[in-house]
């Protein structure tokens, strides 16, 4: 039982790890080969990490099958832990208070993706 659970949280990180990097990777393609610049897409970034997000967070729910809210934000938790030791460790960037608000704001949608994910494989 306790497999399926760290299983659950070990894939839906890993699925929120790997969207980030496609997602990162498309837009500084876009930004490198067009004339857009990053400031006209900001609203891009909260919308597209929101989705991923509850994507992971509704995997975990689905793969754990029991306390979705735990699991998604678990997976969140580690995902914004890997974000800030990058951040940190590669970059010498220290956390600022405008991304403590997006991380409070995002571990409640990973926790609600959970929460959906466990509900729609209950009916399964």
Known sequence: MEHRKTNAIWKSFLFMLVAGIIFSAVFATVWSTTNITP???????PVAIGLILISGGFIAGIKGRERGWLLGLSSACLFFITILLLQFLGFNQAMGSYQLLYVAAFLPVAAAGGIIGVNVGQNE
């Not at 400031?39 to 970034?45: E, G, K, L, R, Y």
């Open 39 to 45: 400031q006209s897409m900001a609203w891009i970034f």
